[in-house]
């Protein structure tokens, strides 16, 4: 069983950046592709960014495109978001999950295995 834990979350005003952590246990961390997912009140968990088991292949939402990297770490068993040029449409509860397998990561929510508990991120105007 693979436990996530997200960091990072805040209060930030409109243009300005945050960088979300999220901590694997439980597993072993390279055998699995990682995803960000976002979720609004009141809307659907939509996809974020996704990096294959090592990193290699990643890619983005349209929303979130040119102003977001997402890049893990193996040996500390850690995926990152940084999230630039910040939105108030970025506001959401954030959230890592995680795939086993090496193969391009999915976008859709339901293919993926384990999920943290999210990190709020409210974006201010």
């Known amino acids: 069983q693979v436990q996530l834990v997200e960091s990072g979350g805040g209060l930030v005003q409109v243009g300005g950046s945050l960088r979300l952590s999220c901590v694997a246990s439980g597993g072993i961390f390279s055998r699995y592709a990682m995803g960000w997912f976002r979720q609004a009140p009141g809307k659907e968990r939509e996809f974020v960014a996704a990096?294959?088991?090592?990193?290699?292949?990643?890619y983005f939402a349209d929303s979130v495109k040119g102003r977001s990297t997402i890049s893990r770490d193996n040996a500390k068993n850690t995926v990152y978001l940084q999230m630039n040029s910040l939105k108030p449409e970025d506001t959401a509860v954030y959230y890592c999950?995680?795939?086993?397998?090496?193969?391009?990561?999915?976008?859709?929510?339901?293919?993926?295995?384990?999920w943290g508990q999210g990190t709020q991120v409210t974006v201010s105007s």
């Open positions: 999950a995680a795939r086993r397998g090496f193969g391009t990561p999915p976008a859709t929510r339901y293919e993926y295995d384990y």
């Open positions: 990096a294959s088991w090592n990193g290699g292949y990643t």
